[in-house]
């Protein structure tokens, strides 16, 4: 097997199994080759959720509804927080319905490493895979939500014309796709921490709730005055709910300073993520 | 005849942390930090020790592997042998990129996959063909692969009835049988097998290894490991022997199990104790020494389940008596294979010597202890000694496709015939 004669460095190879890594190293051809990897998991994702369930698929929409409900109930009608001209059915609906996804995919990425340490243990695929699949489902899941809301949407447009939305609504995608990439890159920087020390992850879940007080999903921007506005500026979050709530309910705050300093916050993290989770894959295995 | 290198590794070397990982860590790992920014060498890649697990290290870190470098030519079958804990695993897990090497590196040329466990990422709460497809994903197949493998792979774990049914309601047989036939179809340039044959009936382990070996004869890249000597045998050409995270021993298969087995397996053929004094016995018998040899055709090989043994013992005899001697074989688990007794003879006093002669072709593969009874007017035992010798009897190169343990406490050769 060992043949000295003929052994030479300049051949080229597919695999380097080496200790350290580039940093910024994409590795798209392989993603290229795993595609179908990643709509497996996606499929599994969603087949799983509703195995052995009545009503299915149905428990997507009735999650938010319920959610809504509860916030109509405790934070419109007890409390009494102004949810300016929109009708706060509508507003709680888009907010929990942005916010769930935001959150689901925050958790569920944060875990990434940790949570499937045991297939990790034993196969390779692109790490990245994992994570990726968690945003899809999660926009399957979005989407079958959204739809709820779409359909109550047409309602006060169309039939008690309480709202009239603007084209602006056509960049919500974009938002969209800023906040679930918000989401992603927060989440893969977590998990890549915590495979040596887990004490971040206590924080995690504690965190994802109290930061929903600074997003507007149950009050939005017009109505926050004060010192506590500036944490709501702050936040990355609020200029995207805000612009999404501006193109479908023609109300709210549409700041292109804002949304360039979210997308800006947004790259640096992107950039950060990659690189740390490049780095910890490599051989968390070792230490999760 | 042009032989391509497909798999080399370069001094990899691989670096573990002994005792509870999170204790100290931070310490070390900010230690760590200090001296790279300052672009001094690790401090914590010197002081690792040579894996060794009887012994207590002083340090906390532990080399799994050390400088190994080896290079495997396209279409070769090889395997990797060692003791539990020579590094085998960690070897494996740097070859399918599970873990990185802590330095060096691993140049491959083709498609690598991995089978370090049957069934990774199966959900129970899917069906047959969804975990075929989820499953054959994870193991780096194309959707449009699998879809052409589907049928031979369901055919090959035979469970076409229970397809669409969820893979939690199979028995434990059927599991494992979809998951080897999942990992069976890969077609990949290199494939990487750990003992997953260890897994499922006799039945099933003959269809794995033929498979494997299916898979060997079409010119692909094996790299095996496993316990089993008789399928590493006659799967494998070539074969790499790791000991305490280093190479001892590289080339054909053969010749690196016996020199694994000459190496690993404590023998004890033979004792002699040259001091009156201290050799065992007591005012009728003291011994002197007890031999086993093995007629074999070379110096360099091994006691095989064809070899004709003679034990040796001598002995000098104190008092005047009628003696016999019966003899043991033990395994070490504590069962006695055979009791085997001399006729009794009225024996002078002074040097003695007996001799017993085990035929080929009679004990089964296993390591054996010998007990020696001496026994006086074949009634009172005069002297017992245990554990005298010990010696371990290997499996011959078979035929046939079955590599799996022999039954049966004895092996004999005996006149069976077939019309």
């Not at chain 1, 949810?83 to 609906?93: H, M, Q, R, V």
């Not at chain 2, 298969?253 to 004792?271: D, F, G, M, P, Q």
């Not at chain 2, 360099?300 to 043994?309: E, P, Q, R």
């Not at chain 2, 010597?353 to 390591?367: E, H, V, Y």
């Amino acid at each position: 097997m060992t043949d000295h004669t003929k052994s030479n460095d300049t051949d080229t190879w597919d695999i380097k199994i080496t200790s350290g890594s580039g940093y910024l190293d994409f590795h798209l051809n392989e993603l290229w080759h795993y595609r179908d990897l990643l709509m497996m998991f996606v499929k599994k994702d969603i087949i799983t959720v509703y195995k052995q369930t009545i009503l299915g698929p149905i428990w997507f929409i009735i999650q938010p509804m319920l959610t809504s409900l509860m916030f109509l109930l405790i934070f419109s009608s007890i409390a009494k927080i102004p949810t300016g001209a929109t009708p706060p059915i509508l507003f709680y609906l888009v907010g929990t319905t942005l916010w769930n996804y935001f959150a689901d995919t925050l958790n569920i990425t944060s875990k990434t490493f940790t949570d499937n340490a045991s297939v990790f243990g034993k196969v390779y695929f692109p790490r990245i895979i994992l994570p990726l699949s968690k945003v899809v489902s999660g926009l399957v899941k979005f989407l079958i939500q959204f739809s709820l809301f779409i359909i109550v949407w047409l309602y006060y447009v169309f039939i008690s014309k309480a709202i009239s939305p603007n084209w602006y609504v056509i960049l919500s995608p974009i938002w969209l796709f800023i906040m679930v990439l918000l989401s992603f890159c927060f989440g893969i920087i977590i998990t890549s921490l915590t495979t040596k020390y887990r004490d971040l992850t206590f924080l995690i879940g504690f965190g994802v709730q109290l930061a929903m007080y600074i997003t507007p999903v149950i009050i939005p921007l017009s109505e926050v005055h004060g010192k506590k506005k500036i944490f709501f500026l702050l936040n990355p979050l609020t200029s995207l709910f805000e612009a999404f709530k501006y193109g479908f309910f023609g109300q709210g705050t549409f700041s292109p300073s804002w949304l360039l300093y979210s997308t800006g916050i947004t790259l640096v993290l992107l950039i950060t993520g990659i690189m740390v989770f490049n780095k910890v894959e490599k051989r968390f295995i070792d230490t999760v | 005849m042009s032989k391509e290198v497909v798999v080399k590794a370069e001094n990899i070397s691989k670096l573990y942390r002994l005792g509870q990982v999170g204790t100290g860590t931070l310490s070390h790992d900010l230690k760590r930090w200090w001296a790279l920014a300052r672009g001094k060498e690790d401090p914590y890649l010197k002081i690792g020790e040579e894996n060794d697990r009887t012994k207590k290290t002083e340090s906390d870190y532990a080399w799994a592997l050390r400088d190994i470098n080896f290079e495997i030519n396209k279409g070769d079958t090889i395997g990797i042998i060692g003791k539990n804990g020579a590094g085998k695993s960690t070897l494996l897990k740097l070859l399918s990129r599970v873990t990185s090497p802590t330095t060096g590196q691993i140049k491959v040329k083709g498609r690598i996959a991995a089978l370090l466990e049957v069934g990774t990422g199966f959900h129970p709460e899917l069906t047959g063909r969804e975990n075929i497809f989820l499953n054959g994903a994870i193991l780096g197949m194309t959707k449009k692969e699998i879809q052409r493998k589907f049928d031979e792979i369901v055919d090959f774990a035979g469970v076409e009835k229970y397809i669409d049914t969820p893979v939690k309601r199979y028995s434990s047989g059927m599991y494992v049988r979809l998951a080897f036939g999942v990992a069976a179809h890969l077609e990949p340039e290199i494939l990487i097998v750990d003992e997953v044959l260890a897994v499922g009936d006799a039945e099933f382990q003959k269809k794995c290894l033929g498979k494997m070996s299916d898979v060997a004869s079409h010119g692909r890249t094996i790299i095996f490991v496993s316990h089993n000597m008789q399928a590493v045998q006659s799967l494998c050409k070539s074969a790499i022997y790791l000991k305490s995270g280093h190479i001892a021993d590289v080339g054909i298969t053969e010749k690196v199990i016996n020199n694994y087995l000459s190496r690993e397996v404590k023998n004890c053929i033979e004792a002699k104790w040259d001091d009156e004094n201290t050799a065992p016995g007591n005012e009728y018998v003291r011994m002197k020494g007890a031999r086993i040899n093995p007629r074999l055709a070379s110096e360099t090989d091994i006691i095989s389940v064809a070899t004709d043994i003679d034990i040796t013992f001598d002995f000098v005899l104190h008092k005047e008596c009628a003696l016999n001697i019966s003899l043991f074989l033990n395994t070490p688990a504590g069962l006695c294979i055979f009791n085997v007794s001399t006729p009794s003879h009225q024996l002078k006093p002074g040097p003695h010597s007996s001799t017993l002669k085990i035929p080929g072709r009679l004990l089964n593969d296993d390591i054996y202890t010998i007990k020696l009874f001496f026994v006086k007017d074949t009634s009172a035992v005069v002297f017992a000694i245990e554990n005298i010798l010990t010696f371990e009897v290997v499996d011959e190169q078979r035929t046939g496709s079955w590599f799996g343990k022999w039954p049966g406490a004895v092996r004999p050769s005996l006149p069976f015939t077939l019309t």
